[in-house]
């Protein structure tokens, strides 16, 4: 009976997350069009709703109501696996994302977080990686050279920011001596407590890690619509198109920003000016804040070429990533 109610517990909580999620990538969308806009000297989304507050629920019944057409020649399997391979990994991150401490309501206890395991960053790097076979899928099963070509770009992209988030990540766990990302959260005590302070060099590794990772200008040579068209995902329409950009811009890059937040930015510790709810709005801002930079970036900086990408991988990020790694073993023998 226990067993049972904790299953229906994990399953509540998961939908509650899921939705959530939904609901926080369908405004983010709304943010990123509103910032966009104002960039380039207008106002963005305006007229359904107040301020085009309803935008994003005009935008998901026009993107679910479309007509779903799919080619003749695709291999259809791989075609319809492709879309969820690229969207379910991102989601399942949050299973090991911890958005604060435990709180009491009602008498209730409330766990911000689906499950805390000790090897919690290892999962997420696990679920990250997993997306890849979505993007080769989309482009292999299109049947059509623009995908295809997407799909081999994006793919050698990730594999090189793979291996040079993996080792940046390192840097973090050692000075936390953990890969749970809320024992990494309680390591860093007070402000200049944030590993942000000894570890920028990984930060700054990260930040091209995450921008390469969710395909975002300066770095979506996969989408790049001037040589292909929209790249992998071409031949996709409906709401399959739509769960790409929802999985890698918004979603992915959420996810991914709410890693480094915890990894380098304290998590969810912050003053106490907001009462009892302050871990999660501390926590929730310093998350807008990556996003918001990754949207400045996108918006002002123009794209790489594919081998330029490639070459920062694996010839500076890579490098850079291990320096750091071989620095914060040094400081820590001295230390110790």
């Keep these: 009976m226990e067993m ?3 299953i229906i517990g994990l399953t509540i909580k998961s939908l509650v997350f899921v939705v959530g999620m939904f609901l926080a990538a369908a405004y983010l969308t709304l943010i990123e069009r509103k910032f966009a806009g104002h960039v380039q000297q207008r106002p963005g989304p305006l007229h359904v709703g107040f301020h085009g507050l309803l935008q994003p629920i005009a935008d998901a019944l026009k993107v ?3 007509e779903d057409l799919v080619p003749n020649n695709v291999d259809k399997v791989l075609f319809y696996l492709a879309s ?7 989601i399942m991150i949050l299973a090991v994302i911890p958005f604060g401490e435990p709180i009491q309501i009602f008498g209730f206890e409330i766990k911000p977080y689906i499950t805390d395991l ?3 960053l290892i999962l997420a790097l696990a679920f990250g990686s997993i997306s890849i076979y979505g ?3 989309a482009g292999w099963a299109s ?3 623009y995908p295809m070509i997407g799909g081999l770009r994006k793919a050698a992209v990730l594999i090189g920011y793979e291996v040079a988030l993996g080792f940046a990540m390192v840097g973090p766990i050692m000075l936390a001596g953990s890969f749970s990302l809320k024992e990494i959260v309680y390591a860093q005590d007070g402000f200049f407590g944030a590993f942000i302070w000894y570890q920028p060099i990984a930060f700054i590794v990260i930040l091209f890690a995450i921008l390469a990772e969710t395909g975002r200008t300066p770095f979506d040579v996969q989408e790049a619509e001037a040589e292909l068209v929209s790249g ?5 329409s409906g709401m399959k198109f739509g769960l790409f950009p929802l999985a890698e811009w918004y979603i992915g890059t959420f996810v991914l920003s709410a890693i480094a937040v915890i990894l380098f930015f304290g998590g969810w510790k912050g003053p106490e000016i907001f009462g009892p709810v302050s871990p999660f709005i501390w926590f929730f801002l310093k998350v807008l804040m990556m996003f918001m930079f990754f949207l400045w970036v996108h918006w002002t900086l123009p794209r790489y070429r594919v081998d330029q990408i490639t070459e920062i991988a694996w ?3 890579l490098p850079l990533s291990l320096l750091n790694i071989f620095i914060t073993a040094i400081i820590i023998l001295i230390k110790g």
Excluded: H, R
């Design 4 to 6: 049972l109610g904790t």
């Design 64 to 66: 679910l109501t479309k």
């Design 143 to 145: 049947n059509s050279k």
């Design 135 to 137: 993007v080769i899928f």
């Design 84 to 90: 969820l391979m690229a969207f379910v990994p991102a």
């Design 315 to 317: 010839k500076v990020m």
């Design 232 to 236: 992998y995902n071409t031949e996709y």
């Design 118 to 120: 000790n090897i919690g």
